[in-house]
């Protein structure tokens, strides 16, 4: 078997049921305890989370804001604002619409504070409103401004014959119209095996692939792992390979034009889930004009071809 390689960060110690380190998101595969938070958290979580989730806290922070000044307002008597109608329920509504106008500046007039208290609370929301909105201002633009990586892995993997040897492949495409300049991909192999004393841990081996940067990448990208003299699987038949607890962890780097600076994306693919004897179907075509047509639906797609095919 080739040499092994330092950790690379992952890990020595493993498990006989040790799942796989990089999840198919690409986040890694930890659970944290007792670990201490800060309030610097917060920012980074409403960053990174989806745009559904975030649109849902700002509609939570929202309401639950307008609702806590609605109460006070009623608790110090909504007469000060407008006429009580002696439902609780309409009554908490306008309420409720006064704090909307005042916590956004808009007021429309047909609702104003009366006395030097309402005065007062009415002013300290309307400082709340103004913080608020320039803190999810500054969130828009970290969502927007953040760096990230636009690259689409395949869900596949593939085992097939290449320039007649068993080669590992997979697909890498710019879910963007981007142009990916420069893209290099550093593949590592983790070996989750038994020692001589029972215990299991983890190995790890450099993967030489048949190419491991290119110039520009417009379509799609096919990386070639020969299992070769020089690879770690060489001592491993088809079968085997397969039931390997093994991960193939990558780390994809390239510059980005719209962020005008390198970004980087973690990726892995677990060796249980080898399609054998399949390749990956051509994902851009010409047109009768002669341009260059991007499929992204084809990705992922195989066909089944022969073991003797080269």
């Known amino acids: 078997m080739a040499k092994t390689v330092k950790d690379p960060g992952l890990g020595k110690s493993s498990n006989r049921y040790a799942k796989r380190f990089i999840n198919p998101d690409g986040s890694f595969n930890i659970k944290h305890l007792n670990r201490p938070s800060s309030l610097s958290e917060s920012y980074d979580y409403l960053i ?19 609702s ?10 909504i007469s000060d604002i407008v006429e009580p109608t002696g ?28 006395g030097l208290l309402f005065g007062l609370i009415s002013s300290f929301e309307a400082l709340i409103g103004l913080l608020s909105f320039s803190f999810i ?8 401004s953040k760096p990230r990586s636009n690259i689409q892995f395949s869900s596949s993997i593939v085992l097939r014959k290449h320039n007649q040897v068993d080669s590992i492949m997979f697909r890498l495409m710019s879910r963007s119209a981007h ?14 095996q038994e020692d001589q004393n029972g215990k299991y841990i983890n190995n790890f081996f450099n993967l030489k692939l048949e190419r491991n940067t290119i110039t520009y990448l417009p379509t799609t990208w096919t990386v ?5 003299d020089a690879s770690p699987l060489k001592e491993f038949d088809r079968d085997a390979l397969k039931k390997l607890n093994g991960e193939v962890v990558l780390l994809v780097s390239y510059y980005d034009e719209s962020f005008a600076q390198e970004v980087h994306q973690v990726h892995s693919y677990v060796l249980k889930n080898l399609k054998i004897d399949e390749a990956f179907t051509r994902a851009f075509y010409y047109d009768e004009d002669g341009t260059t047509v991007l499929d992204y639906n084809k990705l992922d797609k195989t066909h089944t071809i022969s073991s003797d095919k080269s």
């Open 48 to 66: 990174n989370i989806s745009w559904s989730k975030f649109f849902l806290w700002v509609l939570f922070g929202y309401v639950l804001i307008n």
């Open 68 to 77: 806590i000044f609605a109460i006070v307002y009623i608790i110090l008597g």
């Open 87 to 114: 439902n609780v329920f309409k009554d908490f509504l306008n309420a409720f619409f006064f704090s909307a106008q005042t916590i956004t500046t808009v007021g429309y007039g047909a609702m104003a504070p009366k």
């Open 137 to 144: 201002t500054g969130l828009l633009y970290g969502r927007f």
């Open 224 to 228: 070639v792992h020969p299992i070769n």
């Open 179 to 192: 142009v990916m300049i420069r893209p290099k991909i550093e593949a590592t192999l983790a070996l989750s």
